[in-house]
């Protein structure tokens, strides 16, 4: 799968994820139609991720689209537990402690694979 193509079902992936884990976590009411919208950006999501939509493949077909609706899942995650810190914490720590998790992520994943990440294009 391509990059932009990745990046488009990372995307509409992440909404729907977000949304429902600020349904979730924090109490938020979704709208009426919301099942529509989600319905339709799951079919999105798999006629863009997929270059024969009727036949994907094997686990080959199907990895780069799990990798990216996991990717997605803990970007949305992310979000809706720092909207739900950013009420206990002040803006200046949730800001430090975002920064600071992902610099140790960072640094385990190139002390794991010996590889910086890849750089955007």
Known sequence: MAG???????????RSLRLRGA????????????GL??????VGS???????PLSPGGID???PALLA??????WGLGTVLGRHLGAKLPFAELTALRLTTGLVAGTRRV?????PPPTPT
């Open 4 to 14: 932009p193509t990745r990046r488009c079902c990372s995307s509409n992936s992440s």
């Open 37 to 42: 919208y989600l319905m339709g950006g799951v």
């Open 61 to 63: 077909g199907w990895a």
């Open 46 to 52: 798999y006629l863009v991720a997929f270059a024969h």
């Open 69 to 74: 609706v996991s990717a997605a899942l803990l």
């Open 23 to 34: 349904r979730l976590l924090l109490g938020e009411r979704l709208q009426r139609r919301y």
């Open 111 to 115: 002390g794991v694979t010996g590889t």
